[in-house]
């Protein structure tokens, strides 16, 4: 269920040829296309490591994915700069990242400092300018939105943290 950028620029156009009456009603689409993509197509996954506190045996389970949930408003922005830092901390606020069922953890999240590194690319059709920019998208969520702290929890009787967050 990885993210392809193809179907990401496919439900944004879609959404997108909904009339939407206002440019604020515009921006509401396009970020609500972005985020219903992410949850719906975003796998995330979480390295564990975690030891039985009164026998110290491992856990056996050294890996979990997490399911998404979460919706938000897109506000206008008054350049494509400013635009993309409201997008990014659209996904990071308002997308829940829930642990495996069985897990106890500290909030998941997406890495704080990561950003959308996209740039406006000049192409003929609004389908390959809007192919562009999910590729672009896509690679910085893979590359960018990692968490690289450490969530504490339990997973049953077990005690032990995440060691790593990817994307895919």
Known sequence: MAMVASD????????????????A???KKFGDAILEY???KMDVTYGW?????SSGVADPVTSFKASLSGSGVLTPSASFPLFLISLATLIKSSIIIAPASG????PLK????????????NQNTQDS??????????????????????????????IGSTTFMTIA
Do not use: R, W, Y
Not at 103 to 106: A, E, H, I, M, T
């Open 8 to 23: 990401m620029k496919d439900k944004i156009i879609q959404k997108m040829a909904q009339e939407a009456g206002s440019a």
């Open 49 to 53: 490591s975690a030891t039985n506190p």
């Open 103 to 106: 897990f106890s953890l500290s």
């Open 129 to 158: 300018a809007m192919l562009s920019f999910c590729q672009q998208v896509i690679s910085s969520l893979k590359s960018s939105f990692p968490n690289p702290a450490a969530a504490s929890g339990s997973h049953g009787a077990f």
């Open 25 to 27: 009603a515009a921006n």
């Open 110 to 121: 997406f890495n704080p400092s990561g950003a959308l590194s996209v740039t406006m690319a």
């Open 38 to 40: 992410i949850v719906e």
